[in-house]
């Protein structure tokens, strides 16, 4: 989304109302792209919370005003990164739950899945190429901008993404034809 300048020269200047203003503009699309890289709506306020801290405290290094958007979406999509490393070393306490995770069995052996879980299988660079091209409309060029990546890597991020995301929700649909 492209920002009124001066309103982001004056947040990085220090002015809070022109920080809090840009973070409401963004508000609803921050939201999303937290959700679909934590799925839970807790895990998505949290990343979004961090992400605000953040970019509060270090908008005075930005350089360029133009770019404050890519610039905030760069912080969030770490920030749902760190989150999510996080969650992968807590041990489950429950015996329940823990015994879930042990039988759990990988979706490559048949079991049914959705987009969305197909789509968090896939490397990390793959999804985010992916969450920000179809979930959020940006094109390619900001994508590389977000990602900090040349534009050609992003195309092929975005491909191979597609193509195994393919692979994987066509092993689920042949699974379902199966049971029917």
Known sequence: M???VHTVQ?????????FEQLLCLEEEKLYYTALSYVEKKEDALDAIQEAACK???SVNQLKQPEFFSTWLFRILIRECYCLLKKR????????TELLKRLNHQPNE???PIDLTEALHQLK?????ALILYYYHDLPIKQISEVMEMPIG???TYLHRGKKQLKEKLGRSANYNEKLI
């Open 10 to 18: 004056q947040a990085i200047a220090g002015n809070k109302e022109a």
């Open 124 to 128: 990390p660079s793959y999804q985010t």
């Open 153 to 155: 890597t992003v195309k």
């Open 109 to 111: 052996l048949g079991n």
């Open 88 to 95: 992968q070393r807590i041990v489950p306490f429950e015996e």
């Open 2 to 4: 492209e920002h009124d």
């Open 55 to 57: 970019a509060y405290l």
